[in-house]
């Protein structure tokens, strides 16, 4: 579909798409679709070995994904898709306290699944998102 703008933002996206062939984000009209994002550090794609600030990086790379492609962030997000290999409190906790404070306006939709294993065993969480970015797409076009 080479009539759809694709996108890989600095560093360890652009790796990624030369590695493995797929990209970040894609437009569709005036939607932006992310590629699950990991808790990978942007640059360097290594994954910390704390949970919580695997979560933390997973917001931020999904902020930078989403502003790489024309849009302003997590306020225009509106489909939430989570994967994950653990499910205990704690990590509920600050996955919901982390979209509350990513999300301050509106709820998006969910839906959270837990698997079995991820694309690497240092990886607990994948998220992927959809936003509504209007202004975006007509920029873009």
Known sequence: MSHLKYFAYADHGLRLRELLHYSQAVRVGDRIECSGQCGWDPKTGDVPEDLGQELENIFTNIDLNLRDAGGKGWGQVFKVRLYTTVLDE?????FIALLSRWTPNHTPIMT?????????????FEVEVEAHDPEGAIKIS
Do not use: Y
Request: charged share 10%; aromatic share 0%; net charge neutral.
């Open 90 to 94: 704690e990590s509920v906790g600050k």
């Open 112 to 124: 959270a699944v837990v698997v079995a294993g991820l694309s690497a065993p240092t990886l607990h």
